[in-house]
């Protein structure tokens, strides 16, 4: 990978990162402020479990992908970004322009999936 690509992926994922963040933060506002609202029946009380369920959710894909991008930036930093973790080829370019903190190239990815 040539450097101004590590460069534009760097960037990608910092951004994503930024967004990230942001997003994470919001929940976690919200999910405070639900769990400070008054329930004045059953049925506020549902509602209120299910939005911060909802809200619970979201964060823990946020933070799941924030792991996976900041194992992205660590990789670009040691020169190993790019290069699939299974089969060790590289991943294309392509699917890093889609996915940028993807850790298999597509063959790999869709043996990880059926095994998991």
Sequence with gaps: ???????YFKEELEGRKKKILKIVTDNEKEIK?????????EADYATISTDSA????????????????EYALFKI???????CEMCEDPIGIQRLKVKPQAKYCIVCREIVEKTS
Excluded: R, V
Aim: proline residues 0%; aromatic residues 6%.
């Design 1 to 7: 990978m040539e450097e101004k690509e590590y460069i």
């Design 33 to 41: 402020a639900l769990s400070t609202t008054e329930a004045n029946d």
């Design 54 to 69: 909802i809200e619970q959710a979201i964060n823990n894909q946020q933070l799941t992908e924030l792991k996976d991008i």
């Design 77 to 83: 930093e040691n020169k190993t970004y790019g290069i």
